[in-house]
């Protein structure tokens, strides 16, 4: 086999991953600290005031970010549960575990700072328009999946049945992202798609696409210091975990 | 900039509860679950160095 492949494999065992993931830890939170310092500039120094929504509008700022990162950690982790289910590796199922609180927080700020954007600009708190309740399904599938591990002792049984339910709830993320086409939602439709030019100022633009490395970054920086956390738990009685604590 | 004064900074054009409500609560949460992620793996290297500290007592208490 290609020697590059060969080095992608080595990385694939928890005993190899563990240090390489808290050597890069550090330049993901370095990474995340300089896109929310620059983001946040831009954010509320930069960016104009809106000309229908005033200064409200600023929760763009971490809306959009939060929403499109509880999406694609989504699809992340149901990708690493299907390798796990598929190679049985061991790595995968624990990458999937370590992601799954971080998806659900970005979940629950998405649901927040929507909330706290519609109450001003729709008069509700909440509406159970298509948008909002596919998210609501999105967050509760995150809840989904960590209870269902943790009901489950033996870890590689729970990786496989965790592995099922995050696999089956891949269906809901074109259900969120197309919701504003599908049906008529209150919630507006996209700001940025791939073929029209984006419907904004561009300061405003590049605030929102900074924030959204910001919180990239962090839940990589975050999602690694865990899943080191889960490796060692459940590798605790093999030899190598003995050594690899000084 | 937009802001004349820090006051009219915070007060967000009237809009101060639910925009400090969004990010507050981002913030909050983001230093909240590194903290975690963190105790928890330094709760496992410490159980498992006293593992290691055990271990070693006992082989030293049967040598000895």
């Not at chain 1, 694609?72 to 149901?78: C, K, N, S």
């Amino acid at each position: 086999m290609n020697q590059s492949i060969i080095q992608w494999f080595k990385f694939g065992s928890p005993q190899a991953f563990y240090p390489l993931a808290g050597r890069m830890i550090p330049w993901f939170w370095a990474a995340a600290a300089a896109f929310g310092i620059a983001g946040l500039w831009i954010s509320f120094f930069v960016a104009p005031t809106d000309a229908q929504q005033g200064e409200g509008y600023r929760i763009i700022f971490v809306h959009v970010p939060a929403s499109w990162m509880s999406m694609f950690i989504y699809l992340v982790m149901a990708f690493w549960a299907g390798l796990g289910l598929a190679l049985n590796t061991r790595l995968s199922g624990m990458m999937a575990q370590s992601l799954a609180p971080t998806g659900a927080l970005m979940a629950a700020l998405s649901l927040w700072t929507g909330a706290l954007w519609g109450k001003p600009m729709w008069g509700a708190w909440w509406v159970w328009d298509a948008r909002l309740t596919s998210e609501l399904i999105l967050f509760f599938l995150y809840l989904g999946f960590m209870a269902l591990q943790a009901a489950i002792d033996d870890p590689r049984r729970a990786d496989k049945a965790g592995a099922i339910l995050a696999l089956v709830g891949v269906v809901n993320i074109p259900i969120i992202y197309f919701s504003v086409k599908w049906w008529n939602t209150l919630h507006q439709g996209s700001t940025i798609n791939l073929t029209k030019a984006p419907s904004m100022a561009h300061t405003m633009l590049w605030g929102m696409l900074l924030m959204a490395l910001c919180f990239w970054m962090y839940s990589i920086a975050v999602a690694l210091t865990r899943v080191r956390a889960i490796i060692l738990e459940r590798e605790r009685h093999t030899d190598w975990v003995k050594h690899a604590v000084e | 900039m937009q802001w004349n004064s820090a006051g009219e900074f915070f007060a967000m054009g009237g809009y101060a509860f639910y925009v400090w409500g969004s990010f507050g609560a981002c913030a909050l949460l983001m230093l909240a679950e590194p903290f975690l992620a963190k105790r928890r793996l330094s709760e496992v290297r410490q159980s498992l160095i006293r593992e290691r500290l055990a271990d070693e007592l006992e082989l030293q208490q049967k040598t000895s």
